[in-house]
């Protein structure tokens, strides 16, 4: 069964870090461009980063740009978002989804995110 | 970036009903545009994309439309199951963007 699974959600404060994992399996991870999308609460998706299936294309929303870091591992299956400099806008639900010619054809179930004091 | 404005923003309906919810484009996407349902707490279900190609295992009640700036996603009969979340993403040009949903719900 093709499935993702984020984790490493969380508290944190402004101006604080946190890296979320997606972990992938059922399916050749490393032929798929892989993407996060979040969603605040109440509110519509945003596609904020995606990175091609070797790790050398890679592209940000301006919202997140230079605050953000997409990677990946192919040998753990394994999709990272490293998030620093948080805000209280950045508070929502982060999916990360496998892309299929920028369309996301497998979801994962979601990991939220909380900034605040 | 590409503005996605979906209409109506909420869709009372009742079981059986057709159901057209549309998408307009700030500027022309071709056919580069897929359709997501979205149910409480749970990630979004990829339906349709290519504006009319459904997804395997998509119900064929399920149908879209479309091209340039304007696009409907159609149920045909609506299910106890389809009340949801509807939402349309353009991928002609980066950033990929949605338009802010369309909650069907019941009449």
């Known amino acids: 069964q093709e499935k993702l699974v984020e984790s490493g959600g969380g508290l944190v404060k402004p101006g604080g870090s946190l890296r979320l994992s997606c972990a992938g399996s059922g399916f050749t991870f490393s032929d798929y461009y892989m993407s996060w999308i979040r969603q605040a609460r109440g509110k519509g998706l945003e596609w904020i980063s995606y990175i091609s299936s070797s790790g050398t294309t890679i592209k940000y929303a301006d919202s997140v740009k230079g605050r953000f870091t997409i990677s990946r591992d192919n040998v753990k299956k394994s999709l990272y978002l490293q998030m620093n400099s948080l805000r209280a806008e950045d508070t929502a639900v982060y999916f990360c989804?496998?892309?299929?010619?920028?369309?996301?054809?497998?979801w994962g179930q979601g990991t939220l995110v909380t900034v605040s004091s | 970036d590409i503005q996605l404005t979906q209409s109506p923003f909420t869709l009372p309906a009742s079981v059986g009903d057709r159901v057209i919810i549309t998408c307009r484009a700030s500027q022309s996407i071709s056919k580069w545009l897929a359709w997501y349902q979205q149910k409480p707490g749970k990630a979004p279900n990829l339906l349709m994309y290519?504006?009319?190609t459904l997804e395997s295992g998509v119900p064929l009640r399920f149908s879209g439309s479309g091209s340039g700036t304007e696009f409907t996603l159609t149920i045909s009969s609506l299910q106890p199951e389809d009340f949801a979340t509807y939402y349309c993403q353009q991928y002609n040009s980066y950033p990929w963007t949605f338009g802010q949903g369309t909650k069907v719900e019941i009449k």
């Open positions: 989804a496998r892309d299929l010619g920028s369309i996301a054809s497998l």
């Open positions: 290519r504006a009319s």
